[in-house]
């Protein structure tokens, strides 16, 4: 029952921080510092940590599935259009060719260093520092924001040029946890002109592809000879960021609507340096 209570609590970390730019991973790896699972295989938690993030993207599905959906099936959606072209959403499926862009960065570097990275950075000291720094970069980004006005703002104005630049801020959130992956994103296309909005949809639907091949690169890494106690925290976890993430992702896309990302970069910096004076004085 412990062990219950501690994937709950983790799936609702996830799902709180997986969308708000303060770093999932690096408060799954805090929190896990302080209340770790006790009886699961060695590398349960490296496993745990990236496949719950599943839950959290099947909210994205949900919420925004009208955008992403790339099938015209019903005669609504075809807008009287005839033939096999008429089944298929141009828009989104150029979207989808831009997001797959995006991913390529991150998911090369993943293939081939992920077990460097995991074995360097993956440490309360590298979180806190990484909270710190992008705290502060959010902070600066958004006073220079303030008098410029945003290039793209609409997902449509994106070009393949600026998909491929979002996904190379993306590899910093692959290397360093703590930097957040929606962090990344959103701060690399505010610096390239992208609106808050855009910038924060377009890092949802980015992360539906990048969660999926992370997850299943960790799974097979881990191999499948889960236990039963495994599986249960693994579904539970997940279950968890999914509904908390519902919530969390309706409330920033309000909040962005009216506020820019200051707050959390404060955040960021008192987080990290709670986190540095714990581990150091522990």
């Known amino acids: 029952m412990l062990e219950i209570i501690k994937a709950i609590i983790y799936g609702i970390v996830e799902g709180v921080t997986e969308w ?4 999932s991973t690096g ?27 599943l839950g959290a993207i099947l909210a994205v599905v949900v919420l925004f599935w009208g955008q992403i959906w790339p099938f ?24 989808w060719f831009k997001i797959l862009v995006s991913c390529v960065p991150a998911a090369v570097i993943g293939i081939l260093f992920d077990d460097v990275f995991n074995a360097l950075f993956y440490n309360p000291t590298c979180v806190a520092l990484a909270l710190i ?42 290397v360093f946890p703590g930097t957040s992956r929606s962090g990344a994103t959103i701060v690399g296309a505010l610096l390239i002109g992208v609106s808050r909005t855009v910038a924060a949809e377009y890092t949802f639907f980015l992360a539906i592809p990048v969660m999926f091949g992370a997850s299943l690169l960790k799974v ?8 039963s106690v495994e599986l249960v925290l693994l579904a539970i976890g997940t ?30 910096i008192v987080l990290g340096a709670v986190v540095l004076l714990f581990f150091l004085v522990r």
């Open 72 to 95: 015209a099936l019903t005669k609504k959606e075809r807008q009287g259009q005839t033939g096999i072209a008429a089944y298929f959403k141009k828009d989104i499926w150029v979207l």
């Open 27 to 53: 408060h799954l790896i805090l929190v896990e510092q302080l209340i770790p699972f006790q009886g699961t295989s060695e590398g349960f938690f490296d496993m745990f940590d990236v496949v719950i993030q």
């Open 133 to 174: 720094i992008f705290g502060v970069a959010f902070i600066v980004i958004e006073n220079w924001n303030k008098s410029r006005n945003p290039k793209v703002t609409a997902l449509s104005e994106i070009t393949y040029q600026t998909a491929l630049l979002i996904g190379v801020f993306q590899v910093i959130a692959a």
């Open 20 to 23: 708000l730019p303060i770093s």
């Open 239 to 268: 279950v968890v960021s999914f509904a908390v993430s519902l919530f969390v992702l309706r409330f920033l896309m309000g909040y962005i609507k009216k506020h820019d990302f200051k707050v959390f970069g404060w955040y960021r």
């Open 220 to 227: 097979v890494k881990f191999g499948f000879a889960f236990t």
